[in-house]
């Protein structure tokens, strides 16, 4: 299986990178964006840069479409695995369309709500994990699967 892990940068790549130990037993690229965090982590691995800022920047989800396309031609993977924020609405959205799975996993500081991401993304997503057990109950596709321990 091929993975096409998604994250912006700061807590979202961090939670991602902590599920590691699933990711790592296949075939992986990163999408992020270039900040010293993103960087250090995405030194030695495959990885695209995205466009950013995402927050409410319509220029740059434009962008970012369309380097989803491209990187998941490219890439062809079987499964996008995202935990935000903004890049992860082009990649999760295109890739839906061309045939992989998708998997969104909330932030660990949404505990009452779904982040704007979240609500965005949640319609088409294959699975939507959350990681506070009292959220799920809120959403009916919502999962809870435990906390990622960054």
Known sequence: MK????????????????????????????????TSDAQYLLNEEPHTWAHYPTN???????????????VLRREKPDLVLSTGAGVALPFLFLGRL???????????AR???????????YPFVHAFWVQWEELAPRYRKAVYHGRVVS
């Open 56 to 70: 409410r920047n319509i220029s740059n989800l434009v962008k970012n479409f369309f380097l989803a396309w491209k």
């Open 98 to 108: 061309r045939g992989a799975r998708t998997i969104y996993v909330e932030s660990l």
């Open 111 to 121: 505990i009452r709500e779904l982040s704007l991401t979240g609500r965005l993304v």
């Open 3 to 34: 993975i096409l892990l998604v994250a912006s940068s700061g807590g979202h790549i961090a939670e991602l990178h902590a599920l590691a130990p699933f990711w790592r037993e296949h075939e992986y690229h990163w999408v992020s964006f270039p």
